[in-house]
């Protein structure tokens, strides 16, 4: 009934992730672990270990429509997954009135980046790839400073000013299932690092954001045109404020194992997803 997908790069599921499908199980739902392009034919869909879809988007893109016309369902909806898959989503939520680290896309081109950075008077900025995972392809230049060449990047970057905060501070990565808060992790990274990625040896601390800040990153799944079953908002805290730095509707790590209950109350979810046919 549910296929939980990982992918050709990486098709062994974390262990984290086991006891949601023991529970599934035991719930009468069947689930089993999958690769995304073996084209799974379970009704209902849940990309959380599709780590390899930025390597392939287009072929992503097109196993999501290719299901969903089909009448598969996936956990959040199709046109969620797509909108997520490029971060000009990032672009989008500051146009509704998210609270976002700014951002600005541009082409993979050291011009066209250091124009923008210029443009915005920035010292220091963050390059990411417009469809990127884990921290891969993103870079911190200092304004002049020529980037390497974005030949990696056929889909552009997004340029952001580098938030100093996050090398004492870290990311806060909040987890909602269906809209509701259920945890909170810290990602610090280490000594020298500014990257909060798993890559670059990140720390995962557990965490308890304050009311104000949950409700800010609640505020950013209720811009969205349906709340998803699962989501995890990542964000810097900066004089006791979330600035929105990432939005993970797709494959985020949910630290279900961090919190007692987690993987309880996510189950909880996609169960009531499965049976609202």
Request: charge should be negative; include cysteine; aromatic fraction near 10%.
């Amino acid at each position: 009934m549910l296929a939980i997908t990982t992918c050709r790069t990486y098709p062994q599921p974390p262990q984290n992730l086991l006891p949601l499908a023991q529970i599934l199980n035991q719930n009468a739902i069947p689930a089993r672990f999958c690769i995304w392009q073996d084209y799974p034919r379970e009704p209902f869909l849940l990309p959380l270990c599709a780590w390899d879809y930025a390597a392939e988007p287009d072929a992503f893109a097109q196993w999501v429509e290719g299901s969903a016309a089909r009448g598969q369902r996936f956990a959040n909806p199709p046109e969620l997954i797509l909108w997520n898959m490029d971060k000009r989503y990032l672009c989008d939520l500051a146009a509704w009135g998210a609270e976002v680290i700014p951002g600005v896309y541009a082409p993979a081109e050291a011009e066209s980046i250091l124009r923008t950075i210029r443009e915005n008077g920035w010292d220091e900025a963050v390059v990411k790839p417009a469809v990127g995972q884990s921290g891969g392809g993103v870079v911190r230049i200092r304004a002049g400073d020529p980037p390497r060449t974005w030949t990696a990047c056929p889909q552009g970057v997004i340029v952001q000013p580098y938030i100093r905060d996050i090398e004492t501070a870290g990311e806060t990565s909040l987890v909602f299932f269906d809209g509701a808060f259920s945890h909170a992790v810290c990602r610090r990274p280490p000594q020298g690092e500014w990257r909060a990625n798993s890559a670059y040896g990140v720390e995962i601390l557990q965490a308890a954001p304050s009311d104000s800040v949950v409700a800010a990153a609640r505020k950013v799944l209720d811009l969205l045109p349906h709340i998803p079953a699962y989501a995890r908002v990542d964000g810097t805290l900066v004089g006791g404020r979330l600035l929105l730095n990432e939005l993970e509707l797709i494959e985020p790590a949910l630290y279900l194992h961090t919190q007692e209950g987690a993987a309880e109350r996510f189950a909880e979810v996609l169960a009531r997803r499965i049976q609202a046919v």
